[in-house]
């Protein structure tokens, strides 16, 4: 059984879910539908990731109960003034051909251009509408938070960020943790940037008997974060989600934190500079 985040709204998502950046077409679908055949019940897209159609496809094939599948999509910053990303949500439930959405979240602040609380307020009004379930953002730092949280009196039940042990946000995910948004973890296992042979996470694998990757996601798990993992691999699929039978002691969390360096991000993804139409 996987645990579940109760978000601040009330409602639960599950401890991990399944990045479907860059799945499309009908091998998406396969590994989406792989994926929900192994366990995974939170499923994270965006309109920017153009397979939202392939989401509702693997959704519907699936066989599962649509109550039983939490699905993400995210408001891109083209879509930032309120009339827009009112119609980006609605466009999303009409692409995935479902009538409600899980989790919306705006994918990122885009600061230069100055929408992101009008993103927000939109958001909420989805929400109340009953257009989606539980709102949130994506790589907003602490500030932005802030703003958006000053404007509208309402606190993102999630901020999705990049976290992997070469960039681990200590910072940021105490920020979280005082505002209670759950932190989920966008390219959890660093994408090729981690070195997963390096001793303080093969030395955990060793112990427990596991992969590296399987330490790297229970970090994750053991510091209250949600990561999302993305795999084709059916049997990659399942090992991703086999890290709740074994625990990392408070000496190996920091042993993995301590491989983070201050520039690890994968790419120059600053939110504070970074634009993402």
């Known amino acids: 059984m996987i645990p579940t985040h109760l978000l601040n709204d009330g409602h639960r998502l599950p401890a991990i879910g399944l990045g479907t950046y860059p799945l499309r077409g009908a091998d998406g679908i396969a590994a989406m539908v792989s994926a929900l055949e192994a366990g995974y019940r939170l499923i ?13 496809v693997a959704v ?37 051909r479902l ?20 993103a927000w307020e939109a958001l909420v009004e989805c929400r109340d509408r ?18 958006i949280i000053e404007a509208t009196g309402v606190t993102p039940a999630v901020n ?22 759950v932190t989920e973890s966008w390219s959890p ?6 070195d997963l042979t390096a001793e303080p996470i093969a030395e955990a694998a060793r112990k427990h008997g596991v992969t590296p990757a399987q330490v790297v996601l229970r970090w994750h798990i053991e510091r209250g974060l949600l990561p999302l993992p993305k795999s084709a691999s059916p049997q990659r699929q399942r090992e991703n989600l086999d890290i709740f039978g074994f625990e990392l002691s408070p000496a190996q969390v920091q042993a993995i934190s301590s491989m983070g360096v201050a520039d690890g991000r994968r790419f120059d993804g600053d939110p504070d500079v970074h634009e993402e139409m």
Do not use: C
Not at 101 to 115: A, F, M, Q, T
Not at 160 to 181: D, K, N, T, W, Y
Not at 189 to 194: A, F, P, R
């Open 99 to 118: 009538d409600v959405l899980d989790l919306v979240l705006i994918h990122w602040p885009n600061p230069s251009r100055g929408l992101y609380v009008e």
């Open 44 to 56: 994270d897209s965006a309109v920017n990731y153009e397979n939202e159609v392939e989401v509702g």
């Open 160 to 181: 999705q960020v990049e976290i992997h042990p070469r960039f681990s946000q200590e910072q940021m995910v105490a920020a979280h943790e005082r505002l209670g948004i």
């Open 130 to 147: 009953g257009l989606v379930r539980s709102i949130g953002v994506s790589n907003f730092t602490e500030e932005h938070l802030d703003r």
């Open 60 to 96: 519907r094939a699936s066989g599962l109960d649509r109550e039983d599948i939490l699905v993400t999509t995210k408001v891109p910053g083209r879509f930032h003034a309120k009339d827009l990303a009112i119609r980006s949500v609605e466009d999303s439930l009409s692409r995935m």
């Open 189 to 194: 296992l660093g994408k090729g940037t981690v």
